[in-house]
């Protein structure tokens, strides 16, 4: 395993605080038919995470979400996924959900690679042959880029949706003052230039009107990107937050047909 890049300046206690924005879930059952997998860091953390199963030759989709959400916010999404053919796996960051520890920067790089890992594992176990797509929204492109640029043998596809393409000008739109913290600029995210090693099938997907990562990094992202492989949509109306509420069912069937058009069919 790549082990990601000591990300520490973006672990200052500041940036921690104005980037993640961690909740506990609710601890109710889980909903019928969601089911968890057991994924742990490499120091020994519990992540959890929600599976919504498809049938096991569908595709699959790892999922990172945003810093202000949670696996179980996911219920009623995670149940469209599996009606429209493919399964869900969504994976709360440290401190997030029934996660333990805290949230860090760097450890959320690394602890992707723990779920990836593990996930692959768990299909291999249960003889689930449909391909596994990893998709990150706004925060969570930076993990799932990460995992496209170091591991992309370990996945078919890439989706992102609202992603960062610069971390800089998202940092100082959060209200981070970069130049007093002295963050440089080799200790960032780098999405933009992840995103331009990866050359399997990427879906980018963005809000018209996105207020807090604009479209333009969107564009970036999908301009960088050197995949035969790739589309952009651009939701119409839409701002950061109602992203999928302006694109309603439009929004799986986007996902679906990319798979399809790459060849994999859901």
Same mark, same amino acid.
Request: cysteine-free.
């Given at each position: 395993m790549i082990i990601?890049?000591?990300l520490s300046p973006l672990d200052h206690p500041e940036v921690i605080s104005l980037l993640f924005y961690p909740?506990? &879930?609710?601890? %109710?059952?889980?909903? %019928?038919?969601? @089911?968890?997998?057991?994924?742990?860091t490499a120091d020994?953390?519990?992540l959890d995470n929600r599976l919504y199963p498809a049938a /096991?030759?569908?595709?699959?989709?790892?999922?990172?979400?945003g810093n202000g959400e949670i696996a179980e916010d996911y219920d009623d999404i995670g149940r469209i996924y599996t009606q429209s053919g493919m399964s869900f796996v969504v994976v709360d960051y440290r401190g997030y959900g029934a996660s333990q520890g805290m949230p860090g920067v760097t450890s959320m790089l690394a602890d992707a690679h723990a779920a990836i890992n593990r996930i692959n594992d768990w299909m291999a176990v249960e003889k689930r042959t449909g391909p596994?797509?990893?998709?990150?929204?706004?925060?969570?492109?930076?993990?799932?880029?990460?995992l496209a640029y170091a591991c992309p043998e370990k996945m078919s596809g890439l989706i992102i949706e609202s992603g960062f393409s610069q971390t800089m000008p998202l940092l100082r =739109?959060?209200?981070?003052?970069?130049? =007093?913290?002295?963050?440089?600029d080799n200790k960032v995210f780098s999405n933009a230039d992840k995103i331009a090693a990866y050359t399997g099938p990427t879906l980018i997907i963005h809000a018209q009107y996105d207020q807090?990562? /604009?479209? &333009?990094?969107?564009?970036?992202?999908?301009? =960088?990107? /050197?995949? @035969?492989?790739k589309k952009m949509h651009v939701i119409p109306d839409a701002d950061h937050n109602?992203?999928?509420?302006?694109?309603?069912? &439009?929004?799986?069937h986007i996902i679906r047909n990319f798979i399809a058009s790459a060849g994999i069919h859901a």
């Open positions: 990601p890049d000591n909740r506990r &879930d609710s601890g %109710q059952p889980l909903p %019928q038919h969601v @089911t968890r997998i057991d994924i742990a020994g953390l519990r /096991p030759e569908k595709p699959h989709i790892l999922f990172f979400h596994l797509w990893v998709m990150g929204r706004s925060l969570g492109s930076a993990p799932a880029i990460e =739109r959060l209200g981070i003052n970069v130049d =007093r913290l002295n963050i440089p807090i990562i /604009p479209i &333009d990094h969107g564009r970036e992202l999908f301009a =960088r990107s /050197p995949a @035969t492989t109602t992203l999928l509420m302006m694109a309603g069912m &439009d929004y799986f």
